[in-house]
């Protein structure tokens, strides 16, 4: 034990001067930056971090003290960071992720959301199909919170109102547009989180929002109000049901792992598709945000037919338009 003490005593003396240059060198570059240090202190950090590697190594074959190794470990972790780790504030972090991360992200995983988004459609179909045929599936789709008083049974006059009544505060505005938000994106993590379980809950939480909606839009045609309701719901719909299929999609593409996981394992590729779907699921909440916006402001305040399809279509368009032409551009 004396002989291993005394070794890693000599070896630290012939080398430590380095290693405080070289702790010196990462602290001046975590509390000024590249930009305010001299070229060669920046040249000078590989060097030293390459002998400390070294250092390390030698220490673990010889099996030093554990002190030693210990300080030596840690000082290699500071040091590959300091040169390898990429350096960029928090906007260029926020820029990169809306103009590469996330539409990569969403074109990575198009299949599973064009999948989760048939399904929503599917639903749409059918609930539009089945309450038109016979308006008591209505109550079999739509819950008695979710109608609010819009059924059937309603008037053409309670029915005209719940698309153009105006609240008549802003406080109003801005507890609706955030009840909105926190129950839309409620509902997406709902879909991507359940995907887990081999996707088959997201794909039934994707038909039931569908019916939902199909029924919906029936109970209005069926009274002749059908474009009052699409263009009340074109406002915030079509942002917030294409952040739903990408809720959807990310939660499939976490079951395609478990069922599907490839040559490296189901761990393996449920981490990998786990840090994409991710990227896709923040991207979508910023999008119930922006639905919820238009919803709880936009939708209140306008109440032209045209100019809510011109609203909601534009700003689906733009969306669109953002995800496929990001996701072909080449990163800087």
């Known amino acids: 034990m004396a002989t291993i003490e005394l070794k890693s005593s000599q070896f630290r003396r012939e080398r430590e001067t380095s290693w405080r240059e070289l702790e010196h060198l990462i602290d001046r570059l975590d509390k000024e930056g590249p930009a305010h240090m001299a070229p060669e202190d920046l040249c000078r950090l590989p060097v030293l971090y390459r002998s400390a590697l070294s250092a390390q190594s030698v220490a673990h074959a010889i099996s030093l003290d554990r002190a030693l190794l210990t300080y030596l470990d840690a000082l290699a972790a500071r040091a590959y960071l300091a040169v390898y780790a990429e350096r960029s504030n928090v906007l260029d972090r926020v820029a990169r992720f809306f103009s590469h991360t996330f539409p990569r992200a969403v074109s990575a995983l198009r299949w599973h959301i064009l999948a989760a988004f048939a399904t ?8 539009l199909s089945l309450t038109l045929a016979e308006p008591e599936w209505f109550y079999a789709f739509v819950s008695d919170a979710l109608a609010q008083g819009r059924s059937p049974a309603a008037s053409d006059e309670i ?31 709902l879909a991507f989180g359940l995907g887990i379980v081999l996707g088959i809950p997201t794909l039934l939480l994707m038909l039931i929002n569908g019916l939902m909606l199909g029924s919906f839009i029936a109970l209005y045609a069926d009274r002749g109000l059908g474009v009052d309701f699409l263009a009340w719901l074109s406002v915030h719909g079509t942002t917030e049901i294409l952040a739903i299929a990408l809720c959807g999609g990310a939660g499939l593409s976490l079951g395609a792992a478990v069922v599907f996981p490839g040559r490296h394992g189901r761990l393996a590729s449920l981490a990998d598709r786990g840090r994409q779907a991710a990227v896709v699921v923040l991207g979508a909440a910023l999008l119930f945000f922006l639905a919820a916006l238009l ?38």
């Open 295 to 332: 919803e709880g402001f936009v939708r209140q305040l306008v109440v032209d037919t045209t100019d809510r399809f011109l609203i909601g279509w534009s700003a689906f368009a733009v969306t669109l338009s953002y995800l496929v032409i990001r996701a072909r551009a080449r990163p800087a």
């Open 120 to 127: 929503l459609m599917l639903g749409v179909a059918t609930g």
């Open 159 to 189: 029915l005209l109102n719940a698309i153009y009544d105006r609240p008549p505060v802003l406080e109003t505005l801005v507890r609706f547009a955030s009840f909105l938000f926190t129950h839309n994106a409620g509902i997406g993590l």
